[in-house]
Nanobody
Framework: QVQLVESGGGSVQAGGSLRLSCAASRYTNCMGWFRQPTGKEREAVATIARDDTIAYVDSVKGRFTISRDNAKKILYLDMNSLKPEDTAMYSC?????????????????WGQGTQVTVST
């Protein structure tokens, strides 16, 4: 089992910044950030694959940066130029991708989430 604990959410005005952190109890070879606005479906925001390929949803490209500290087992999401449409519950997820499918993360483990609210 892998426990994931997110932190860093909060309320911020449009144009502001936040840094989300996700502390993992064990190392996993793929991780990502997901978000779910109230009443909407969850979407992948930013992911790091087993082969270190990074991907972002189009709406956050150029504003958000995902990174990880493998030694500390922490995943980060730096969010800049926040917009009201970024308001959502942000969750960290992790898993173990297979050697022959490094780009596919099964995301077996999920954190509880941290709320991000961006006001105008």
């Amino acid at each position: 089992q892998v426990q994931l604990v997110e932190s860093g959410g909060g309320s911020v005005q449009a144009g502001g910044s936040l840094r989300l952190s996700c502390a993992a109890s064990r190392y996993t070879n793929c991780m990502g950030w997901f978000r779910q606005p109230t009443g909407k479906e969850r979407e992948a925001v930013a992911t790091i694959a087993r082969d270190d390929t990074i991907a972002y949803v189009d709406s956050v490209k150029g504003r958000f940066t995902i990174s990880r500290d493998n030694a500390k087992k922490i995943l980060y999401l730096d969010m800049n130029s926040l917009k009201p449409e970024d308001t959502a519950m942000y969750s960290c997820a992790a898993g173990y991708a297979g050697r022959f499918s490094p780009a596919d993360c099964p995301y077996q483990y999920w954190g509880q989430g941290t709320q991000v609210t961006v006001s105008t």
